[in-house]
Structure formats: C-alpha cells, structure tokens
C-alpha cells in the first residue's frame, strides 16, 4: 500500500517522460525510407558548357525545382572548366542539397568542371572520360595569356574545399588534391579504382538502368532510387542565364565594354546625345560580364528605358531613335529580370517567367513595326521632291476665256487659273504652254495637229 499518493504520482510521472525521451532518441537513429521516381536532368554540355555565372544561376534554378518536386537531380558533365567562384556557388548548393544529386560526365570534367562533381552523392563517369585538372590559372584579358597559379594563399582554400566536397561519400582526398597541385587528370577506369566516382557506364541510358535499386542518405531519409523514365524531365535553362552565360565570355565582354566606351565618348563630344542611351546600355552589357551584378544593370535598363519611351511618346513629336534605344533598352532589361521569387511571394516564378515571355514578344513586334515604319519614313525623306507642271498638258476651259481676262480651266483633274491671247470658248479643249510666275496658266486652243 502506498503512504504517499503524492510521491507515486510523481514517479509515475517521471517514469513516463524517461520512456518518451527514450522513443525519441531511438526513432532518430533510424532513417525513414522514401522511394524517388522523379528525375530532373540539367545538361552542363556545348555550347553552354563553360562554368560561369550563368550556368550557376541555372543550375540553382534546377535544384530548387526538384527539391520542390522530391525530384532526383542528374546533371549532365562535358566541359572544360570555368569560373572558381560559379564552381564554388554550384559545389555548395549540391553539398548541401535536400534531395539526392548524380553528376554524370559525359568525355570529360576538368577544372571547375571537377569541382562541381565532388560533392554529388553518386558520381558517374562515361567509360573513357577523364576529369581532374583543378590547378586554377589566371587569364591575361588584354593578350589571353595563360598563367598557372602556384601561391599556397589560393591553392590551399581551393583544395579543403574540394576535400570538403570529397569527404561527403569518403572520396580519395589525396587524389584531389593532387588534382589542384599538380593538374593530375584520370580517366574513368582510374578514377574508380582511387574511389573518386562510383559508377562507369558506357552512355547514359545504362547510367539511369544502374541508378534503380541504389540507396542514398540525406540526414534521417534513406532514398531508394527507382526512375521512371516517363517521369523524368530535361530542365531549360532561362534566357536570363543563357544571356549571363554569352555576355560571361571574356571577348565578348571586352568588345562591349570597350564599344560602349569609345561611342559613348563620341556620343559626347559630337553632341549626338540621342544615342546615349544605347551606348550606356552597351556599356553595362560589358560589366555584366566582369562580375557586375546582372540584376542592377536589369533595372537600370528597364527604367532608362521606360524612360525613353515616355519621352518619345509625350514630349518629343514622332518617333525616332530615342523611341527606338527605349524599346531595346526595356527589351534587354526584361531579359535579364530574376526568375526566381521566394516562396511564399506573389507571383510566382512561373508567372514572372509567362510574363516576361510576353513582354518580350510583344517588345520585338512594336520594335519591328516602329523599325519598318522609320525605315519608310527614311526612304521617303531621302527621295527628291517631285514637281507636277501642267506644261504642254491638255486640258479644257471651264469659263470663257477672252483675250486679257482671267477664268478657270481643268488640266488632269485640278482646277487652274488661265489666261488665253485668243478666245476660248467653254467646253473646248486647251493646250497648257506656260505657268506664269502668279501660279496663272497661260493656255490656248487645242488644234487638229495639235
């Protein structure tokens, strides 16, 4: 019997929070199982196969699409490297993905191209590709000179990265990191036999056929990887990204940057200020390339050239090329708008994207037809004024014209003013010999002969 109902009480109560806490702990220790029938695949291939910003911003694009689907996310490889930072945003966001990555490559992934690799949770080579190559260089912009970077202040966060990066699925770190000091590059047989990849396959169905069945753990879930085939979907870059990624090309970034320069100087000191605008635009356009952030260069684009545009349509009469640099400017602008929004914020990517599709079709329709119609204008301008004289026209008197007096005669359907040295009766035809200087036709009778 117990003397203290109190004391039990409490005992009880203690006895039972020990047992929940227990549960706890031993339902964390067991991962949940789940099964992934999705896939989502993103092609890093030629043309559009240099690591650069634009490529990263796609890539981000990719993996939040399927994280937000429980998609699997197979990336396609065949590149010859690129950017350090572009490699670095892309290793990050895979090393620490929600949902399970297989990087696939395709000939070859050197340089950055390695990098981006390391952290996948499955890393597929096709049979006879080589990757490695991770020493960083620096380019020379002026001559494209290549120099190899041998400091240890810029090697050594290169190489605890990609051994950060290696150390996910316990990869050969001694292997990379002579990928980053001495510019090792294996083939796809080696890369196996070091533990740096885990799978060679002759092409990419064998890839998808080899994937089902393989098991993946992310924290507390366990994926099992079965592919449907009909529910795999190949990922589209934006036209935002493909723009980041051409204007990312050093040439073409020098050329618009350096045009930009000398015709907005010229813009300046020849007076010709309407074409500014363009040269400014242009300008920027070169930054982009150089790291500039592409999202300001978008909104000064679009407000410059919206700007223009409300210039032209209220203040300046016609339309030319200030209407014209308006219509580019908002083009290029909408272009590179961001396609992502949070979530939870309204609208939706998918709305901006639907959005600026229309924008941009609807901008090239009235720069086309604003084009057509300046290029009549133009054509018309340059052509010489013709001038209509009813000389030796016939004609036929309205009035009666006397010797002295003044009366009217029609000449090719317009009314005219004439005199005649004869009489003229009306009715009868008239031959036009002159236009005298008070815009007066002096005319006379028509004959037989003439």
Not at 154 to 163: M, W
Not at 233 to 261: E, H, P, Q, V, W
Request: hydrophobic share 50%.
């Amino acid at each position: 019997m117990v003397r203290n109902p109190l004391l039990f009480f409490a005992l009880v109560i203690v006895v039972a929070l020990l047992i929940q806490v227990i549960s706890i702990s031993g339902d964390n220790s067991q991962a949940y199982t789940r099964t992934i029938n999705q896939a989502i695949v993103l092609d890093i291939t030629p043309p559009f196969d240099t690591i650069d910003t634009g490529i990263a911003e796609c890539f981000m694009d990719a993996l939040r699409e399927a994280e937000s689907t429980g998609s699997l996310l197979i990336y396609r490889v065949n590149s010859y490297g690129g950017l350090l930072d572009a490699g670095f945003t892309i290793g990050d966001a895979v090393l620490y993905s929600k949902t399970p990555t297989v990087a696939y490559v395709e000939t070859k992934a050197l340089s950055a191209a390695t990098l981006i690799i390391l952290p996948a949770n499955i890393i597929a080579l096709q049979r006879y590709s080589t990757i490695g190559d991770m020493q960083p260089v620096m380019v020379d912009p002026l001559t494209g000179q290549i120099q190899f970077i041998n400091e240890p202040k810029i090697l050594n966060p290169i190489i605890e990265k990609a051994k950060t990066y290696a150390s996910r699925s316990n990869r050969n770190q001694t292997i990379i990191e002579e990928f980053v000091t001495h510019a090792l590059t294996i083939n796809s047989s080696l890369a196996i036999a070091s533990r740096v990849a885990d799978l060679e396959v002759e092409n990419f169905d064998e890839l998808l056929t080899t994937l089902n069945g393989a098991h993946v753990r992310i924290g507390d879930t366990e994926y099992v990887l079965n592919i449907d085939r009909g529910m795999m979907k190949t990922f589209s870059c934006s036209m935002r990204s493909r723009i980041i990624s051409i204007l990312s090309n050093s040439y073409i970034a020098n050329i618009l940057t350096t045009i930009g320069m000398l015709a907005t100087i010229f813009a300046l000191v020849s007076g010709k200020l309407a074409i500014l605008p363009l040269t400014i635009g242009m300008l920027l356009l070169g930054l982009v390339g150089t790291g500039f952030s592409a999202n300001m260069v978008s909104a000064f684009l679009i407000i410059l050239g919206a700007l223009l545009l409300a210039l032209e349509l209220f203040v300046i009469p016609g339309f030319g090329v200030v209407g014209v640099s308006g219509i580019i400017l908002l083009t290029l602008g909408f272009a590179l708008l961001p396609v992502y929004v949070p979530t939870g914020v309204s609208p939706s990517g998918e709305y901006i994207a639907v959005l600026r599709l229309y924008i941009l079709v609807i901008s090239l329709f009235l720069g086309g037809v604003f084009g057509i119609v300046i290029y009549k204008v133009a054509k018309v301008r340059r052509k010489k004024p013709v001038e209509f004289l009813p000389v030796s026209k016939k004609g036929r008197a309205i009035d009666e014209l006397k010797p002295g007096s003044i009366g009217f005669v029609v000449v090719e359907g317009e009314y005219w003013r004439a005199v005649s040295n004869e009489y003229i009766a009306p009715g009868e035809e008239v031959i036009v010999e002159e236009m005298l200087e008070n815009g007066v036709l002096r005319v006379r009778k028509k004959t037989d002969n003439h």
